[in-house]
């Protein structure tokens, strides 16, 4: 029992200790995985090694190699929210909403990190959680998903005592936080023995391979781990060169574009599993869900910029499409980034920090700067009453009295999301033709709305507003 006076371990201690302990179990499990954590750390060190004022911005080298992002795939709702219990506990809450039937697939998506801007300093790890369409399935192969889920218990019982422990007393001990990473951790473990049988997964495969991935086995592994880069193009180029499979693209922007987001993956592993039979025998067979990926984070965007860039990503997929036609692999991913570059040259208006905060289209940090030794202390430049805040803002960046950094984009890119699913299915897997996205069902599940990912990185801007302009006129 716990006295008033016992301190609780706090959320992003939880969350740093879970994340660790998440790491180590996928690079036992998918030891690729722990190999390219080695080709990231050298290029990171490298790269840290050549530009050191990169620590002060980034952390040390250990803290850049920490960040990461999983994916896991859920069947329910009330898996969905009790989901949401277990990553609040860790300070991670549900951030956007990504509609996936876009690209063919039955799922909705949010991402679950940390919200403020110190708890993303002190430990980012985040899951982008997808839940399943049941809504978008056929009658018959809904009511057989449903069925099937209703069978499993993707989270241990000790789990579910802890959370109704955390609840009560609003925190958790040193050991029972121990206890809870243990135990939560079994729900994202692979497992080798499926739910279902086998010809039930490859009827669920042929409409579509998250539906097998999902409803077909007693938990939703953790299907990757993220690390982030430095040099994205370099990881992907040295990647290849040391024989990991990895799909052709870069995605996203194209290199000198310093928005949002690139990724690139490993191809998903094909891993043997065993599937139970009515007879209680075993069949083996194979399923492929697991990959590695790794990404660059760069400046967060606003709606406007967005929308060019969803216009722009959009083109360039669909010539990426038609290119993949009339060219082999190799010429394929030489061309894609001339292509990828053509286009957004075309379209994409800024391609600088500075001429994405000047053209309004990034969102930013200012800090105050103390005026350099020997300079005039010159008061703040003279602006017209009706200047915005943010004009205020950057009249001082241009005076030389404050800087403006890159606030971090830190959620996902629904078309590059899209494009990571579909570049690890299965070749068997059909697709599904509705397109629909549907927030409320999944806000209904979830038990709450998600956030706004534009308000949070709006709210960073203008709080460094606020707290500048408050120390120029002090
Ligand atoms: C999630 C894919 C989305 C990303 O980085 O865009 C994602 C999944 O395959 O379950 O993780
Ligand atoms: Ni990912």
Redo the contacts with the bound molecule.
């Keep these: 029992m716990t006295s008033p006076t016992t301190t609780f371990v706090p959320s992003h201690v939880i969350r740093s200790e879970f994340s660790a302990a998440m790491s180590a179990m996928y690079r036992k499990e998918v030891p690729l995985y722990g190999q390219l954590l080695e080709i990231v750390r050298e290029i990171n060190a490298e790269i840290l090694r050549q530009h050191p004022a990169l620590e002060d911005e980034l952390g040390s080298l250990d803290r850049v190699g920490q960040e990461r992002?999983g994916?896991i795939?859920l069947g329910t709702g009330d898996e969905l929210r009790t989901m949401a219990e277990v990553f609040g506990i860790m300070g991670m809450y549900p951030v956007g909403y990504y509609d996936l039937s876009v690209a063919g697939l039955p799922v909705h998506s949010t991402a679950f990190r940390p919200v403020e801007k110190d708890e993303l300093a002190r430990n980012p790890f985040r899951v982008?959680t997808?839940l399943l369409r049941a809504d978008l399935l056929d009658p018959d192969v809904r009511d057989e998903a449903e069925a099937t889920l209703a069978r499993r218990d993707i989270f241990t019982p000790a789990l579910r005592e802890l959370l109704s422990l955390h609840s009560k007393q609003d925190g958790f001990t040193r050991e029972e936080a121990d206890w809870f990473i243990r135990e939560a951790l079994e729900t994202f473990r692979w497992q080798t023995t499926a739910l279902t049988s086998r010809s039930f997964y490859e009827r669920m495969l042929r409409v579509n391979s998250l539906l097998a991935d999902i409803v077909c086995f007693r938990g939703p592994h953790i299907?990757?781990l993220?690390p982030r880069v430095l040099d994205i193009h370099r990881v992907h180029q040295t990647m290849g060169t040391m024989g990991i499979e990895t799909i052709p693209e870069v995605q996203g922007p194209p290199e000198q574009c310093p928005i949002l987001l690139k990724?690139t993956s490993f191809k998903a592993l094909n891993e043997e599993i065993r599937f139970p039979e009515k007879d209680g025998s075993h069949t083996g067979g194979k399923h492929r869900a697991r990959f590695g990926?790794i990404e660059l984070r760069e400046c967060a965007v606003t709606p406007r910029a967005r929308e060019i860039y969803d216009y722009l990503i959009a083109r360039v997929n669909r010539e990426a499409k038609a290119l993949k036609n009339e060219v082999d692999e190799r010429e394929y991913r030489k061309a894609y980034p001339d292509l990828l570059n053509r286009i957004f040259r075309e379209g994409f208006p800024a391609w600088s920090h500075e001429e994405l905060r000047l053209q309004g289209l990034g969102y930013f940090h200012y800090h105050w700067t103390e005026p350099e030794s020997g300079s005039e202390a010159s008061s703040s430049p003279k602006l017209p009453e009706e200047a915005s805040p943010k004009d205020r803002a950057d009249a001082l960046v241009a005076a030389g009295r404050a800087r403006a950094t890159p606030v971090t984009y830190e959620d996902?890119?629904p078309v590059?999301?899209a494009g990571?699913?579909n570049s690890?299915l299965d070749e068997k897997s059909g697709s599904i033709d509705r397109e629909a996205p549907n927030q409320s069902i999944f806000e209904n599940a979830l038990g709450r709305a998600v956030l706004d990912p534009f308000a949070l990185y709006h709210r960073e801007e203008d709080e460094s507003i606020r707290r500048l302009l408050a120390a120029c006129r002090g």
């Design positions: 992002h994916a795939r982008f997808s299907n990757h993220t990724q990926e996902f890119l590059s999301a990571i699913f690890n």
